[in-house]
């Protein structure tokens, strides 16, 4: 019984796609081929990683110059410690514009992940710059929900309510106020601070009002008796 091919398919001859067949020749396209030319891919981005940030590359490889049977591997290892570098620093300066933003727990999860990721990617891939720089992504995209969500459920243990502005204990990442407690306290402080600031220019207006107010009784004054005399004269 002809297969589907045959009958479906002019000229098709199946004896041409088995391995029993003389015919047969197998598809040069490997996955060996695929994987070197991944690796090629790979080396491009050592190289460029390393001629981009050259200091850091050459303090990670040893070397400022690969050369040799080694070479890649040398650019490979440099690559990996500009990776190494990014993932600390990045996922910092991302939390800390987060935070300044407003949400310090945010921030501070973005931060932490970035960089933990970073090192797990970097075990997971035998240092892989790569590796280190998905894991680093993938840390600081986890990290930030995952401290809010911490933070929410101690939150709600020791008492903290979004909508009370007295709740939670006085709690404090450096500058930033993290409970609603904390941020009133915060605000109440400001509030002060800016009051003082503005007291001597109220005092500088009320007295300008008073002089004003002692002018005209002064003038009222003298109204007044020039009035009376003027009055009681028998002229």
Same mark, same amino acid.
């Given at each position: 019984?002809?297969?589907? !091919? ?9 004896? @041409?796609?088995?391995? @029993?067949?003389?015919? +047969? ?5 490997? +996955?060996?081929?695929?994987?070197? @030319? ?23 490889? $040893?070397?400022? *110059? ?15 410690? *500009? ?12 939390? $800390?514009? !987060? ?19 970073? *090192?797990? $990617? ?23 929900p ?20 007295l709740?939670?204990?006085?709690w ?41 107010l002692? @002018?005209?009784?002064?003038l009222?004054?003298r109204a ?12």
């Amino acid at each position: 019984m002809a297969s589907y !091919q045959q009958q479906y398919i002019p000229g098709f001859d199946v004896n @041409q796609y088995t391995r @029993q067949s003389p015919g +047969y020749a197998p598809d040069p396209f490997t +996955y060996q081929m695929l994987m070197g @030319q991944m690796g090629k891919g790979g080396q491009v981005i050592d190289k460029g990683l390393f001629r981009l940030f050259p200091q850091t590359a050459a303090r990670a490889a $040893g070397t400022a *110059v690969p050369a040799g049977p080694n070479a890649a591997a040398a650019f490979t290892k440099g690559a990996a410690g *500009v990776a190494r570098l990014g993932s600390r620093r990045i996922p910092v300066l991302a939390g $800390g514009i !987060q935070a300044l933003s407003g949400d310090p727990i945010g921030g501070a999860g973005t931060a932490g992940g970035g960089i933990a990721g970073g *090192v797990i $990617g970097g075990i997971l891939t035998a240092g892989n710059p790569l590796g280190i720089a998905a894991g680093s992504m993938i840390g600081s995209s986890i990290g930030s929900p995952l401290a809010k969500g911490v933070a929410n459920t101690v939150g709600g243990v020791v008492g903290i309510n979004p909508n009370d502005p007295l709740s939670g204990p006085d709690w404090n990442i450096g500058p930033f106020a993290v409970t609603p407690y904390a941020k009133t306290k915060k605000r109440t402080r400001r509030g002060i601070e800016l009051a003082r600031m503005q007291m001597p220019l109220y005092d500088e207006i009320e007295n300008k009002a008073n002089e004003r107010l002692m @002018q005209r009784d002064m003038l009222q004054q003298r109204a007044q008796l020039v009035s009376n005399i003027l009055t009681s004269s028998p002229y």
